[in-house]
C-alpha cells in the first residue's frame, strides 16, 4: 500500500526548498509550475524543474509535477519537457473529461517518442472550480492514468463567490463530491491545502474531518504541516486495536464454520470488516502496527 | 537569433545569477562570482565545468558568461544558464 498522506507543494522557480532533497515527512512532493510561478519565469522555472527531477535525490517519495493548464501556452510546453520525468503530472483546473485527454494524449507521444512505457506516467486532475465538481466523476473516470482526484479549495471558493472559513462548511459539498466521485471511479482522493501554515490547530481539525470523510491525505504548503497531516491521517492505538480484535474474531468465526461475527456486542457486517482491513493496511504501511 | 543577451536566476541562497552576453568571436569566457565575495564555499572550478559542458552541449562556441554564485550546486548553474541561453534563443 502507497501512503499519499502528505503531498508538499515546492515552488519550482526557486531551488533553496528542494535542494536537499525531499522532507522525509512527505510522502509526495510536487514541484510547481504554475500558481507559484510569475509568467516571466515559466520559462526558466521549467528548465530548473527538468534539471530537478535529473539531479536531486528523491528517494522513495513519489514525485509530481503540477504543469499549468493545457489551455495556456504553458501547459503543452511543461508536458513536452518534463512530462516524461516524474511519477505523476497534476492538472490544474480541471473541469471536464477533455481536460485530463490533452494532457493523457500528449504524454501518449511524449512517452512514445522516448521509447518509455505507454502509461507510465500518472494523473491527478486537480478539481478546483464549481463546473470541476459537478463532473468531478467523469473527470475521475477519464483516464486509466487517473491515480487521484485532489481538490483546490481556494479557487474553489473564489469560483463560487463563498468565503473561506475555519469551520469549512462551504466546502462540505464540494470534498463530499470529490470523495465519492474517486472512490466510485477506484482511485484516491487528496484534500486541499490549508493556507495558515502557523495555525496547527486547524490544520488538524480540518486534515481530521477530511480523513473522517474519506480524503487519503492532504496537500501541505509548509514542511512543519507535514507531521500534523500525518497524524490525522495515521490511525490511533485505539481504532487500531479495535480492527485487530474485529479481525481476529472473523479468523475465529471462520475457523469454526460460522458467518455470525460479533466483537463487543456488536455484529461485525461486510463494511465493517472492509473498514478494519483498512485501518490495519494503513497502520502497517505507516509502521504503527505492532503483531 | 533573439536578443544579444538573457538573464535568469536570483540572488536567494542556493541559487545562481546568470548572464550570458553573445559574441561572434573569441570564444568562451565563463566569470564565476562568489556572492558574497568572501564566501570561500564556492566551488568556481567545478561550475565553471558545468557551465562549459553546458555552452559545448548547445554547440556555443563564443561569448561570455557571468555567474554570480550564491551557493549553488552545479545543476542549478547549468539550469540558469540554459535558461539565459534560452532567452537569447539558443535552445535544445
Known amino acids: 500500500m502507497r501512503l499519499r498522506r502528505t503531498r508538499l507543494y515546492m515552488p519550482g522557480n526557486g531551488p533553496r526548498l528542494f535542494i536537499k532533497g525531499p522532507p522525509p515527512e512527505a510522502d509526495s512532493v510536487i514541484l510547481d509550475l504554475e500558481d507559484s510561478v510569475p509568467p516571466a519565469e515559466k520559462d526558466a522555472a521549467r528548465i530548473l524543474v527538468r534539471y530537478a527531477l535529473e539531479s536531486v535525490n528523491w528517494g522513495d517519495k513519489e514525485v509530481l509535477v503540477r504543469v499549468n493548464p493545457m489551455s495556456t501556452p504553458y501547459g503543452p510546453a511543461d508536458v513536452r519537457m518534463v512530462g516524461h520525468m516524474p511519477d505523476g503530472l497534476i492538472i490544474p483546473k480541471c473541469e471536464t473529461p477533455t481536460d485530463v485527454l490533452q494532457v493523457a494524449l500528449l504524454l501518449d507521444e511524449v512517452e512514445a517518442e522516448r521509447g518509455l512505457p505507454a502509461g507510465k506516467v500518472k494523473l491527478i486532475p486537480l478539481i478546483e472550480t464549481a463546473r470541476g465538481v459537478l463532473n468531478a466523476l467523469e473527470v475521475a473516470k477519464s483516464s486509466p492514468r487517473n491515480t487521484s482526484l485532489a481538490f483546490g479549495a481556494e479557487d474553489y471558493t473564489a469560483d463560487v463567490g463563498g468565503e473561506r472559513t475555519n469551520e469549512g462548511s462551504e466546502l462540505l459539498f464540494a470534498r463530499s463530491m470529490i470523495v465519492a466521485a474517486a472512490k466510485a471511479a477506484g482511485i484516491g482522493a487528496s484534500d486541499t491545502v490549508f493556507g495558515d501554515f502557523r495555525d496547527m490547530d486547524g490544520l488538524y481539525r480540518e486534515a481530521k474531518q477530511a480523513a473522517a470523510m474519506g480524503f487519503d491525505g492532504k496537500g501541505a504548503i509548509h514542511p512543519n504541516q507535514l507531521p500534523v497531516i500525518i497524524r490525522a491521517f495515521t490511525p490511533d492505538t485505539g481504532r487500531i486495536e479495535k480492527a485487530k480484535r474485529i479481525m481476529e474474531a472473523i479468523k475465529k468465526a471462520e475457523a469454526e464454520g460460522s458467518a455470525v461475527v460479533a466483537v463487543g456486542g456488536k455484529m461485525v457486517d461486510p463494511p465493517v470488516r472492509a473498514r478494519a482491513e483498512k485501518i490495519i493496511a494503513q497502520a502497517k504501511a505507516a509502521g504503527v502496527y505492532k503483531e | ?92
Open chain 2, 1 to 92: 537569433m533573439g536578443a544579444r543577451s538573457g538573464k535568469a536566476g536570483t540572488a536567494d541562497r542556493n541559487d545562481a545569477e546568470v548572464e550570458f552576453v553573445h559574441a561572434t568571436a573569441g570564444g568562451l569566457q565563463v566569470d564565476i562570482v562568489p556572492c558574497p565575495p568572501e564566501d570561500g564555499s564556492t566551488d568556481g572550478a567545478a561550475l565553471e565545468a558545468a557551465a562549459r559542458e553546458l555552452l559545448a552541449d548547445l554547440e556555443v562556441t563564443a561569448g561570455r558568461v557571468t555567474v554570480r554564485d550564491h551557493a549553488a550546486p552545479a545543476w542549478v548553474v547549468k539550469a540558469r544558464l540554459e535558461a539565459a541561453l534560452g532567452r537569447t534563443g539558443v535552445t535544445r
